[in-house]
Each structure stands twice: as structure tokens, then as C-alpha cells.
């Protein structure tokens, strides 16, 4: 086709952006180019067949085998519908995504998810099933591995013990990667609320209570997937600044909130509550595992008077 019989109309389709159609049969009026009644005819007819309107879903249907030859964005001559006008289509299609060159999308593939079994970071000896399949090796975690087929179908694939990056959750994503993720969570410390609030006596108890803290979610993003936490309080470790420690176990009653302290001098003490949590993490309704080790904390610092009796004559 020689360049003296060529027009060019840029535009958008179905079929990619930036679309540019070359049609000849036009004839060349000061500098432009002009088609003939019948390019213009062949011209609408190929727009309209590249609209949406015409019953084209760019993302579900099946390129004509005009643009199934053409998976590349260089430009390609096609005769249009036989009429001898030949147009040059350059751009790519959506089923080609951009990047590829002559390679067709693959198909979704299965996958293995891996569920962790033992909450890594926990102190103390293994307990449940973790103490009975004891993984040999520093940093490996026992797993139990589903294969997840493109249909949604799901089937047990074994167990293994492995490392949190070698765990993969999803495609591409390993356990490790969510697990940092809802560590990085910031967690409330909550506030602690004291009984004589204003100063303590020495040796009268004194009441310390802390608020703010319960039980709660968090949904993160994680390339293009969901990050689902649920956070629950486990203890509350008390220290009272002269020495004296003590922890509750988190029952979810009031009284597990609160702890008495009678302090045997004057002074100023830096009371101190760590509170233990752990979290169940889940990438896209599937559970990725547990964390027990995750902590916050509160402070206040406590003045505590004594009362001293004189004798007088």
C-alpha cells in the first residue's frame, strides 16, 4: 500500500487505548487527508465493531482473529471485510496485557496455602499439637498445606515444617509478610486509673485500674489481597515501681482490669502495666496463623505520701 493512499483517525475502543486507524481509499485536499465515501462507510462500520456498544465486553470477550493474530502493539495491516481498503491497526489488545509481546494471558493457576500451626515468637514449651509434631531446627514452624484449585475446589495437601517466608499463603505471599503486617498493627496501651487518684499513703492500699483496652479487628491491604486481624488481650503485667510485680489473666471481667498496691514508703513510683495480646491473622478468609507475643503498655507515675505521728508534752 503506497503512503499517497493512506488516512489516519486516532481514537479509543474496546480493543486497547490508543487505537490509531490507517484506512486508504482517501485523497490528499491541502496537507489533509480526506476519505472517499467509501472508506468513510468501512471506516464507521470498523469503529462501531471495536465500540462497546456493539456488544463488545472488552474484558470477557474474545478478540476477533484480526486482533488474536495481532498480540503486540506494532502496527498490522487487515483487509477490511474484503472490500480491497486496507487498515493499519496499531495498539494492543486487553487480552494482551501491556508488556507482552506475542504471549497470551495464562490461565489461573492452582495453589498451595500454608496454615502455621505454632505461634512463632511464643515463650515457654510447645503446647497442643506444636508439642506433638516438633519441627527440628531453629525458626521452623509446623503447617498444614491446602491446594487451592482455579474452580475454588480445596483438598488437604500434608504438612511440612518450614520457615514463615518459605510459607506461602496465597500466590505470591508469604506467611512472614502478613504476620509483619499485623505486627506492625499498633495496639491501644489503654490508661491507668489510680485510687486515691491525687497521692497514695504509704502502707494503705492504693487501687489501679486500667481502661481503654479490649478486644478488636483490623483489615489491611496487601497487593490487591485482604489482611483480616482479630486481636484479643491474654494478660496484664503489673509493676508498681518499688520492687513488687504482679500479673492477671485476662478473663474479660472487670476485676481482671484492676489490681490493689499498698506501698511501704514514701515517694514517687512509675506504675507500669504491660498488656499481652495475640491475634489470628487471615489473608482473604483464610487463616494464616497466630501470634502470641505482641505487647503494649501504659504508665503513670504515682506520688505517695506518709503520715507521721509526733508525740508532744
Same mark, same amino acid.
Given at each position: 500500500?503506497?503512503?499517497?493512499?493512506? $488516512?489516519? =483517525? !486516532? /481514537?479509543?475502543?474496546?480493543? #486497547? @487505548?490508543?487505537? +490509531?486507524?490507517?484506512? %486508504?481509499?482517501? $485523497?490528499? =485536499? !491541502? /496537507?489533509?487527508?480526506?476519505? #472517499? @465515501?467509501?472508506? +468513510?462507510?468501512?471506516? %464507521?462500520?470498523?469503529?462501531? =465493531?471495536?465500540?462497546?456498544?456493539?456488544?463488545?465486553?472488552?474484558? +470477557?470477550?474474545?478478540?476477533?482473529?484480526?486482533?488474536?493474530?495481532?498480540?503486540?502493539?506494532?502496527?498490522?495491516?487487515?483487509?477490511?471485510?474484503?472490500?480491497?481498503?486496507?487498515?493499519?491497526?496499531?495498539?494492543?489488545?486487553?487480552?494482551?496485557?501491556?508488556?507482552?509481546?506475542?504471549?497470551?494471558?495464562?490461565?489461573?493457576?492452582?495453589?498451595?496455602?500454608?496454615?502455621?500451626?505454632?505461634?512463632?515468637?511464643?515463650?515457654?514449651?510447645?503446647?497442643?499439637?506444636?508439642?506433638?509434631?516438633?519441627?527440628?531446627?531453629?525458626?521452623?514452624?509446623?503447617?498444614?498445606?491446602?491446594?487451592?484449585?482455579?474452580?475454588?475446589?480445596?483438598?488437604?495437601?500434608?504438612?511440612?515444617?518450614?520457615?514463615?517466608?518459605?510459607?506461602?499463603?496465597?500466590?505470591?505471599?508469604?506467611?512472614?509478610?502478613?504476620?509483619?503486617?499485623?505486627?506492625?498493627?499498633?495496639?491501644?496501651?489503654?490508661?491507668?486509673?489510680?485510687?486515691?487518684?491525687?497521692?497514695?499513703?504509704?502502707?494503705?492500699?492504693?487501687?489501679?485500674?486500667?481502661?481503654?483496652?479490649?478486644?478488636?479487628?483490623?483489615?489491611?491491604?496487601?497487593?490487591?489481597?485482604?489482611?483480616?486481624?482479630?486481636?484479643?488481650?491474654?494478660?496484664?503485667?503489673?509493676?508498681?515501681?518499688?520492687?513488687?510485680?504482679?500479673?492477671?489473666?485476662?478473663?474479660?471481667?472487670?476485676?481482671?482490669?484492676?489490681?490493689?498496691?499498698?506501698?511501704?514508703?514514701?515517694?514517687?513510683?512509675?506504675?507500669?502495666?504491660?498488656?499481652?495480646?495475640?491475634?489470628?491473622?487471615?489473608?482473604?478468609?483464610?487463616?494464616?496463623?497466630?501470634?502470641?507475643?505482641?505487647?503494649?503498655?501504659?504508665?503513670?507515675?504515682?506520688?505517695?505520701?506518709?503520715?507521721?505521728?509526733?508525740?508532744?508534752?
Amino acid at each position: 500500500m503506497t503512503a499517497g493512499r493512506r $488516512a489516519a =483517525v !486516532r /481514537g479509543t475502543s474496546a480493543h #486497547g @487505548a490508543g487505537v +490509531r486507524w490507517a484506512v %486508504a481509499s482517501g $485523497a490528499r =485536499v !491541502r /496537507g489533509a487527508w480526506v476519505l #472517499g @465515501a467509501r472508506a +468513510r462507510i468501512l471506516l %464507521a462500520v470498523l469503529i462501531a =465493531v471495536g465500540s462497546p456498544a456493539a456488544g463488545f465486553d472488552g474484558a +470477557r470477550s474474545l478478540p476477533s482473529p484480526a486482533w488474536a493474530a495481532s498480540c503486540h502493539d506494532r502496527g498490522v495491516e487487515v483487509d477490511l471485510a474484503g472490500s480491497g481498503d486496507v487498515g493499519v491497526v496499531s495498539g494492543h489488545s486487553v487480552n494482551c496485557p501491556a508488556g507482552s509481546r506475542g504471549v497470551p494471558r495464562s490461565p489461573p493457576a492452582p495453589f498451595y496455602a500454608d496454615e502455621i500451626m505454632c505461634p512463632p515468637g511464643r515463650t515457654g514449651p510447645p503446647q497442643g499439637l506444636c508439642a506433638a509434631t516438633p519441627c527440628p531446627g531453629a525458626g521452623l514452624l509446623f503447617a498444614l498445606r491446602t491446594l487451592h484449585d482455579p474452580d475454588g475446589q480445596q483438598r488437604a495437601a500434608g504438612s511440612a515444617c518450614m520457615t514463615l517466608r518459605r510459607a506461602r499463603i496465597g500466590p505470591g505471599i508469604s506467611a512472614a509478610e502478613v504476620l509483619a503486617a499485623v505486627r506492625a498493627v499498633k495496639l491501644p496501651g489503654g490508661r491507668i486509673r489510680a485510687s486515691p487518684g491525687g497521692r497514695g499513703l504509704a502502707n494503705v492500699a492504693a487501687y489501679f485500674r486500667l481502661d481503654g483496652v479490649s478486644a478488636r479487628t483490623a483489615d489491611l491491604a496487601l497487593r490487591g489481597s485482604t489482611i483480616h486481624a482479630e486481636f484479643q488481650t491474654t494478660e496484664y503485667r503489673w509493676t508498681f515501681g518499688d520492687g513488687f510485680a504482679w500479673t492477671s489473666v485476662a478473663t474479660g471481667l472487670p476485676n481482671s482490669l484492676a489490681s490493689a498496691h499498698a506501698y511501704p514508703r514514701r515517694g514517687r513510683f512509675e506504675v507500669v502495666v504491660e498488656v499481652a495480646w495475640s491475634a489470628e491473622a487471615f489473608l482473604d478468609g483464610r487463616r494464616v496463623g497466630r501470634l502470641d507475643d505482641l505487647v503494649s503498655h501504659a504508665r503513670i507515675s504515682y506520688p505517695v505520701a506518709e503520715i507521721r505521728a509526733g508525740l508532744s508534752s
